[in-house]
């Protein structure tokens, strides 16, 4: 499709707030609090992404003593008495850092971020240098677009080149991102891979179909009416 899908480019921020591996416990707690995020990409030299240091890699510290080994039956894991311990951004970081291309659609993106419960990704190149973010609230923009833009996709992109002969008659309305499709189609076949088609059509929350096929012709007799002659033969 032409208009869909959109992709991460469209929606990351390109102004990132970062943090160098040798960056203190303190410093990254500063830099949290003064840009409001909840985690912070982590880099080395060139820009490369190495791992993610979050608020909940930081929270270790508050809730552990660690003044000791954790005994046996005490709540936590010995990665999380671990990170009681760390002072920099390296011994903190999750890592591998979980990451995305600029050029991957919103729906793996945001398959990513439910796969791997994440609020935001990393933008990076093929290098694995970061380019730019992508939360949340990104992948929903393209449930902003307008009910009379998704229509004109739909209509273009699905109905007129799925049934070129039948579009006319195929009625597409929307209404609060919820697609309608009403009329009859030539080849019925194809009435589900429409509906899917337009699923995957930017900002579409669902899609109503009451599409049916050719309406049934009476059977043709061949060789004219039955006679009483032709009864008695």
Do not use: N, Y
């Not at 003064?34 to 993610?52: D, H, K, M, Y």
């Not at 909940?56 to 005994?71: F, I, Q, V, Y």
């Not at 088609?197 to 899609?207: K, M, S, T, Y």
């Amino acid at each position: 499709m032409i208009g869909s899908p959109h992709t991460v480019s469209d929606v990351m921020s390109h102004t990132v707030v970062a943090v160098g591996r040798d960056a203190s416990f303190k410093a990254i707690v500063e830099t949290l609090r003064q840009w409001r995020v909840s985690a912070l990409p982590v880099l080395e030299g060139g820009g490369r992404v190495i791992g993610v240091v979050s608020e909940a890699d930081l929270l270790p510290k508050e809730e552990h003593d660690t003044a000791g080994r954790p005994t046996v039956g005490e709540r936590g894991t010995l990665a999380e008495f671990a990170k009681a311990r760390a002072t920099t951004a390296e011994q903190l970081m999750s890592t591998p850092a979980v990451t995305i291309h600029a050029d991957a659609t919103l729906g793996q993106a945001a398959r990513v971020m439910a796969h791997a419960r994440l609020k935001r990704l990393p933008v990076v190149d093929a290098e694995g240098r970061l380019t730019g973010l992508v939360g949340r609230s990104g992948l929903l923009k393209v449930f902003l677009r307008e009910d009379e833009e998704i229509e004109d996709e739909v209509r273009r992109e699905v109905i007129s080149s799925m049934f070129a002969t039948t579009s006319p008659s195929v009625e597409v309305s929307v209404r609060d991102g919820v697609v309608s499709l009403h009329g009859r189609v030539g080849a019925p076949e194809l009435i589900p891979v429409a509906v899917q088609l337009c699923r995957a059509v930017e900002g579409v929350v669902d899609v109503a179909c009451e599409l049916t096929g050719p309406s049934c012709e009476p059977p043709v007799s061949v060789g004219g009416p039955l006679t009483d002659d032709d009864d008695r033969a």
